[in-house]
T-cell receptor, first 111, second 113 residues
Framework: DAKTTQPNSMESNEEEPVHLPCNHS???????IHWYRQLPSQGPEYVIH???SNVNNRMASLAIAEDRKSSTLILHRATLRDAAVYYC????????????FGTGTRLTVIP | EAQVTQNPRYLITVTGKKLTVTCSQN?????MSWYRQDPGLGLRQIYY???????DKGDVPEGYKVSRKEKRNFPLILESPSPNQTSLYFC????????????FGSGTRLTVV
């Protein structure tokens, strides 16, 4: 799977929007962009994924750049419960069924 | 509730004593997988299974075995545990393919002394 680059850490104030960036300059045309998060002492949790178009669900929005070399996970109103490590992962259609998590971005939410 | 259930949550064992960590999912997922998480190394895949009776090695399979006799269960077996297998283990399942998300269990913290 292609490599992604994320900032090690970010901070946000509670109830403000958070934009978590991910660079994936070597993405191929068939790679899906997946986001997971891991809350303290819990297993990873699926957040959202997309291929080309922006995606929204009840947890977050995913904005994908037109050239697909970067994407941004958007939490519209951060809560304390959103404090976690967020992982951006590329999945290749038909590729090995492995999620390469990398080091992710540790999000701190300030009350 | 759709979930992946792992047992036990915590386990302390001695070197060489065979153990099994169970994993069960109630979502009729074809795909199941085991990961281990270690500080500084992140999550790494141990084994995965595309369907019943189909298993394959992940990135760090040494010292582990798995079986997939039923669709819902995917146990992780350590025949002769060693201290370097002390880790946090996660089981995951999915419908398979890249257009589906994965559901993870809550984890099993294993300590081998």
């Amino acid at each position: 799977d292609a490599k992604t680059t994320q900032p090690n850490s970010m901070e946000s104030n509670e109830e403000e929007p958070v934009h978590l960036p991910c660079n994936h300059s070597t993405i191929s045309g068939t790679d899906y962009i997946h986001w997971y998060r891991q809350l303290p002492s819990q297993g990873p949790e699926y957040v959202i994924h997309g291929l080309t178009s922006n995606v929204n669900n009840r947890m977050a929005s995913l904005a994908i750049a037109e050239d697909r070399k970067s994407s941004t996970l958007i939490l519209h109103r951060a809560t304390l419960r959103d404090a976690a490590v967020y992982y951006c992962i590329l999945r290749d259609q038909g590729g090995a069924n492995n999620l390469f998590f990398g080091t992710g971005t540790r999000l701190t939410v300030i009350p | 509730e759709a979930q992946v259930t792992q047992n036990p949550r915590y386990l302390i064992t001695v070197t060489g004593k065979k153990l099994t960590v169970t994993c069960s999912q109630n979502m009729n997922h074809e795909y199941m997988s085991w990961y281990r998480q270690d500080p500084g190394l992140g999550l790494r895949q141990i084994y995965y299974s595309m369907n019943v009776e189909v298993t394959d090695k992940g990135d760090v399979p040494e010292g582990y075995k798995v079986s997939r006799k039923e669709k819902r269960n995917f146990p992780l077996i350590l025949e002769s545990p060693s201290p370097n297998q002390t880790s946090l283990y996660f089981c995951a399942s999915s419908y398979g393919g890249d257009n589906y998300g994965y559901t993870f269990g809550s984890g099993t913290r294993l300590t081998v002394v």
